[in-house]
């Protein structure tokens, strides 16, 4: 017989405690198995991809792009083959605990073949989303129902959406709202030359407000946390890399690294493993529960990424054991999928030391912050090419200065003077290597 069992947001983890639905890959009517993609949803980390829990009919999309769901709360509604197991899910965070086990991405079951979903012809069918009820924990006063796109097209026309009435779907401000509003604020202006009514909507404006969401909460809180908890103290060192940076045309040369030529960064991150086996205690963390302090034996190597959502820090696991072309892939593809906000959540955290490419911007120096639960990060500055002692002479060199902020409760002075020479004397003299290893 077939019955219908209601999906809601899984706990995915980290703390998560919501999501914003970004789309959906499915729409009522379409028939899809087990471990198929059947939405995107933004946590404050990451766009993560969720499966189904089931094989069956999708019978009801309870929720719309854009809206914030809680852990708990229903999104979708499938009809599957099989005996009754519980009473209907209501959509109160409560009803988790009842719900089966969903396969979240690289769990459960093996993923099947990713054929495009079957859409099984509903006569009548108009919309995809069927108009039911909104859950009592979104509130539109609190927070104007639009879509990711739409807000953003409304931050760059300078649009306040908590003025707008949409015309979509329950009351869904689209695109046309948006548009019509600058476009309506235009005409005006044209014809009277001032900015009145719905014009100023569209006029600049002297200061916007952003609300603090997704990543850029979640970092806010971290580097208080981290600022208020570890005591900062940051050294300094300026190097002459021009041996690294000859080195580096050399092995871009190099058959073996043509897929994977590595950079500056991925040259600074294997010094930084081998230097951690010097002073291992910058590779560790206080740990206030137990007043210890915890010394790892691997290196989970965090590296800051920018992307469009925020400040990020995703972990290269073990990286104490790659290779430099292996260190230079690594690099690269953890940027790419961060930029593309497809970190998955568990390489977000776990990290026991930190690198900062603050040079990408221009930028000489810093004083980084320490990610929480962490005793070192280190900043790389640009590579300035300028005038430098060199053999008792002055010559043009390529020249970076370092910033090593640590954890003064981890690590001392001495530590962190030792640990930081040591990987501007490798980048200074790359063979010196070999007395490290």
Not at 41 to 61: D, F, H, I, N
Not at 142 to 164: M, Q, S
């Amino acid at each position: 017989m077939t019955v219908v069992k209601d999906f809601a947001l899984p706990d995915l983890g980290e703390g998560l405690t919501e999501s914003e639905l970004v789309n959906w890959h499915v729409a009522v009517g379409d028939e899809v198995r087990l471990n198929q993609i059947i939405a995107e949803v933004e946590t404050a980390k990451a766009l993560v991809e969720l499966p189904s829990p089931w094989s069956g009919v999708v019978s009801a999309l309870y929720v719309e792009p854009g809206v914030t769901v809680s852990v708990g709360e229903r999104m979708i509604a499938f009809e599957v083959e099989g005996e009754p197991d519980a009473p209907p899910v209501p959509s109160v965070p409560a009803a988790a605990a009842d719900l089966p086990e969903p396969n979240l991405v690289g769990y459960g079951a093996p993923a099947e073949s990713g054929d495009r979903p079957h859409r099984r012809p509903r006569p009548g069918l108009a919309v995809a989303v069927e108009p039911v009820a909104v859950s009592a924990s979104v509130s539109t006063a609190e927070r104007p129902r639009a879509t990711p796109p739409v807000r953003r097209l409304a931050r760059e026309r300078g649009v306040d959406l908590r003025a707008l009435v949409g015309s979509g779907d329950r009351g869904v401000i689209t695109r046309h709202d948006v548009e019509a509003v600058v476009t309506a604020g235009t005409a005006t202006e044209t014809a009277t030359g001032t900015a009145t009514g719905a014009a100023a909507a569209a006029a600049p404006v002297r200061e916007r407000r952003f609300p603090i969401k997704g990543v850029r909460r979640l970092t806010a809180e971290a580097m208080v946390r981290s600022a208020f908890t570890a005591p900062h103290a940051t050294v300094f060192l300026t190097v002459d890399v021009t041996p690294t940076s000859e080195l580096l045309d050399r092995l871009r040369a190099r058959r073996e690294f043509a897929d994977n030529r590595p950079g500056l960064l991925a040259i600074v991150a294997k010094a930084l493993c081998l230097a951690i086996r010097r002073t291992p205690s910058v590779n560790a963390r206080w740990e206030e529960a137990t007043q210890e302090i915890v010394e790892f034996g691997y290196v989970n190597l965090g590296i800051a990424a920018a992307t469009p959502r925020g400040l990020v820090v995703p972990t290269i696991p073990d990286a104490e054991s790659l290779n430099l072309g292996e260190l230079a892939t690594a690099i690269r593809e953890l940027a790419e999928t961060a930029r593309a906000g497809r970190t998955a959540p568990e390489r977000l955290s776990g990290g026991t030391i930190s690198i900062t490419n603050v040079g990408v911007f221009g930028v000489d120096a810093g004083t980084p912050i320490l990610t929480p639960g962490e005793a070192a990060i280190l900043a790389l500055g640009a590579v300035r090419r300028q005038p430098w002692e060199h053999r008792g002479e002055i010559a043009l060199r390529e020249v970076v200065t370092l910033a090593l902020s640590f954890d003064h409760r981890v690590v001392d002075g001495e530590q962190a003077a030792r640990f930081l020479a040591d990987i501007g004397r490798i980048l200074a003299d790359p063979a010196t290597t070999l007395a490290m290893v």
